[in-house]
Nanobody, 123 residues
Framework: QVQLVESGGGLVQAGGSLRLSCAASGRTFSNYAMGWFRQTQGKEREFVAAITWSGGGTYYADSIQGRFTISRDNAKNTMYLQMNSLKPEDTAVYYC????????????????WGQGTQVTVSS
């Protein structure tokens, strides 16, 4: 079992920045590829970014490419999502996830999920 806890969400104006964190506990964090997803009410949970177990590989959704950066610190059992140039359409609950695939964009490829953190971007 892996327990994931997100933090760092909040209210920010358009054009601002936030840094989300995902703290992991339980099994060895570095064994897992990690990802960020987001969801708004009434919509499917959508892929945002993913990172390999080592941090050497990353992948981003087109909608956030160039604005968001995913990273991880295996020594701290923590993954991050640096979000810059935020837009109102980035408003969502953001979830971190852990999975066994080398790198994955589908939510069904992830086994463990956090509870989510709300990000609200005002115009």
């Amino acid at each position: 079992q892996v327990q994931l806890v997100e933090s760092g969400g909040g209210l920010v104006q358009a054009g601002g920045s936030l840094r989300l964190s995902c703290a992991a506990s339980g099994r060895t964090f570095s064994n897992y590829a990690m990802g960020w997803f987001r969801q708004t009410q009434g919509k499917e949970r959508e892929f945002v970014a993913a990172i390999t177990w080592s941090g050497g590989g990353t992948y981003y959704a087109d909608s956030i490419q160039g604005r968001f950066t995913i990273s991880r610190d295996n020594a701290k059992n923590t993954m991050y999502l640096q979000m810059n140039s935020l837009k109102p359409e980035d408003t969502a609950v953001y979830y971190c996830a852990a999975g066994w695939s080398a790198i994955a964009t589908g939510k069904n490829e992830y086994t463990y999920w956090g509870q989510g953190t709300q990000v609200t971007v005002s115009s």
